[in-house]
């Protein structure tokens, strides 16, 4: 082989070696866009138990409607007369995605309350203990991970009279 010809074959193993290094960096750029998945992938309400040291323990399940579905944002449920206390546990779609619930008393102007929800859990459990005979509105707002996208769940939760 001719020294142009070693020369035009190192030349394109270059070049080769620069299209494989760039497409690999362009799959790492990709992966490491931070998410704008802003919904939970579950949400159960439970009536009863308690907290015990941190932990939620115990609790009735109340069904709500319609069937829990990431894309769906407005639900309702009935508990008995007398329930004054309801827990909320929602868990996200994403580990780095966190939300806010309301406290039914309107803290924040728009009703919704950050909480100190850590980034690393996945899951939080909520009590609200100042539910009223009649309609009591509950809405989640989910924040993903790229810190812009929202949305927010309401669950409208009536207490018999």
Same mark, same amino acid.
């Given at each position: 082989?001719?020294?142009?010809?070693? #020369?035009?074959? $190192? &030349? +394109?193993? &270059?070049?080769?070696?620069?299209?494989?290094? +760039? *497409?690999?960096?362009?799959?790492? *750029?990709?992966?490491?866009? $931070?998410?704008? /998945?802003?919904?939970?992938?579950? &949400?159960?309400?439970?009536?009863?138990?308690?907290?015990?040291?941190?932990?939620?323990?115990?609790?009735?399940?109340?069904?709500?409607?319609?069937?829990?579905?990431?894309?769906?944002?407005?639900? *309702?449920?009935?508990?008995?007369?007398?329930?004054?206390?309801?827990?909320?546990?929602?868990? +996200?779609?994403?580990?780095?995605?966190?939300?806010?619930?309301?406290?039914?008393?309107?803290?924040?102007? /728009?009703? &919704?309350?950050?909480?100190?929800?850590?980034?690393?859990?996945?899951?939080?459990?909520?009590? #609200?203990?100042?539910?009223?005979?009649?309609?009591?509105?509950?809405?989640?707002?989910?924040? *993903?991970? /790229?810190?812009?996208?929202?949305?927010?769940?309401?669950?409208?939760?009536?207490?018999?009279?």
């Amino acid at each position: 082989m001719t020294k142009r010809a070693n #020369f035009n074959r $190192a &030349i +394109l193993m &270059i070049l080769v070696s620069l299209v494989l290094v +760039l *497409a690999s960096c362009s799959k790492v *750029a990709e992966t490491s866009r $931070a998410s704008n /998945d802003a919904s939970f992938t579950s &949400i159960v309400l439970l009536v009863g138990g308690s907290q015990s040291n941190g932990q939620f323990v115990g609790g009735t399940p109340v069904p709500f409607t319609p069937s829990f579905d990431p894309d769906v944002t407005s639900y *309702a449920a009935q508990v008995p007369a007398g329930t004054t206390q309801l827990h909320f546990t929602g868990t +996200l779609s994403s580990d780095l995605a966190h939300f806010g619930l309301n406290s039914l008393s309107g803290v924040a102007a /728009d009703g &919704i309350t950050t909480l100190g929800v850590s980034l690393l859990l996945p899951s939080q459990v909520v009590q #609200f203990d100042q539910l009223q005979t009649g309609a009591n509105t509950l809405r989640a707002r989910v924040v *993903a991970e /790229d810190g812009v996208t929202e949305k927010v769940y309401t669950l409208t939760v009536t207490v018999a009279p």
